[in-house]
């Protein structure tokens, strides 16, 4: 693959985007979330300069308040004059297209400045993670020079573990109404936070929030397993030890302990803490060696999703397949056949 099998069109589209002309990449992105003729020619083109941006994902429950918490991040981020990039999105929006984030109360502060890009997306109900069209946007993003991408995705289920395939520094967004931190640590948070971030810390309940965390995350770091009380009857050590799926190593001995902040994002308070905890955190990326290692499991897991997504077209647009499959469903339809011989039969004839 290379730029020059790129069509006119998208070759003009180019220019303009390497220009750093945005309305290039609002039409790149249009382009990508499509599908459109090229659009992977496209991707490979800006993409080949390798990843630039820092990327710090957002992610928690719904209404946690991350949009607000992007805003006003976003705006210390401006007042340091970096260019950002914002990519917001919604598992349950019909929507894609920038129309949902218009409503949002602080978004609208940010919206108007034009040192900020902010796209809003549907994940088109794939609630296995996040969409590879929208890890293919903030690939966008990232290749059109932004100094720095913000990621809001929504936790649902596994959308929200996934937001590591797209950032760099995972901030996990959670509020007193969200839950204990056992329930944090059973939805998989602690694998993925970087940073967290115990928001709308006006309301009551934050403080225990906050300990309950640090205890948890103490317990993971694998020290003080004997001073913790035991919490609503549960032992969160046994928890912990129950709960931990990956075969990582303790968050401490990689030497990043994760940070538990509080924020109002309506007041700002703690933002400029927030801010500050993320540069630290990219610090400790790109010194520690982990920023290269994140970027190659991510290189892999964007590789994967391309074959997939090929493969399943290459599969299903070819018309020996669509023929197999039909009488595939006769044979099962008449008796003795199986969608397991029928799949037989279709794998057989793509891997000859
Ligand atoms: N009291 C209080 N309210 C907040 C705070 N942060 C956000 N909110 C409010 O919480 C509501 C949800 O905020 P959003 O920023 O839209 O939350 P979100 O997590 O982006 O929501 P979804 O994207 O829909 O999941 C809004 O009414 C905000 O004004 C806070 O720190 N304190
Ligand atoms: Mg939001």
Redesign the pocket.
């Known amino acids: 693959m290379s730029s020059t099998t790129l069509s006119p069109e998208n070759q003009a589209l180019l220019e303009r985007f390497s220009d750093g002309k945005v309305l290039g990449l609002a039409r790149a992105i249009t382009v990508v979330e499509n599908e459109r003729a090229g659009f992977q020619e496209l991707l490979h083109t800006v993409m080949a300069r390798g990843p630039q941006a820092k990327r710090v994902g957002f992610t928690?429950p719904?209404?946690?308040?991350?949009?607000?918490?992007v805003a006003a991040v976003a705006t210390e981020y401006r007042k340091l004059e970096e260019y950002l990039g914002v990519v917001a999105v919604?598992p349950t929006s019909p929507y894609s297209g920038g129309a949902l984030l218009g409503d949002?109360?602080?978004m609208n502060d940010i919206s108007t400045d034009p040192g900020i890009f902010i796209r809003s997306m549907a994940t088109r109900g794939s609630l296995g993670g996040l969409a590879t069209t929208t890890k293919e946007v903030v690939d966008l993003m990232d290749a059109f020079g932004f100094d720095r991408v913000l990621v809001?995705t929504?936790g649902v289920g596994q959308t929200e573990l996934e937001v590591t395939a797209a950032a760099d520094t995972v901030v996990v967004?959670l509020v007193p109404e969200s839950g204990d931190a056992i329930q944090a640590m059973k939805a998989g948070l602690m694998e993925i936070a970087d940073i967290f971030v115990v928001?709308?810390?006006?309301?009551p309940g934050a403080p225990r929030l906050v300990k309950e965390l640090r205890q948890a995350l103490h317990l993971r770091a694998g020290s003080a397993l004997r001073d913790i009380p035991a919490h609503h009857g549960v032992d969160l050590g046994r928890v912990m030890k129950e709960e931990r799926t990956t075969s990582a190593p303790p968050t401490e001995a990689e030497g990043w302990s994760v940070p538990v902040l509080t924020?109002?994002?309506?007041t700002n308070e703690g933002v400029e803490e927030l801010v500050d905890t993320i540069s630290e955190h990219r610090a400790w990326l790109e010194q520690s060696g982990e920023l290269e290692q994140r970027r190659r499991s991510r290189a892999a897991s964007r590789s994967r999703d391309v074959v997939d997504r090929e493969m399943r077209r290459v599969a299903w647009s070819s018309d020996e397949v669509r023929g197999l499959l039909a009488r595939g469903v006769d044979q099962i339809a008449s008796g003795g056949g199986t969608p397991y011989s029928a799949a037989d039969a279709i794998l057989g004839s793509l891997l000859r």
């Open positions: 928690g719904p209404g946690a308040g991350k949009s607000s918490l919604d949002r109360i602080r809001e929504v967004v928001n709308k810390a006006d309301r924020t109002n994002a309506l």
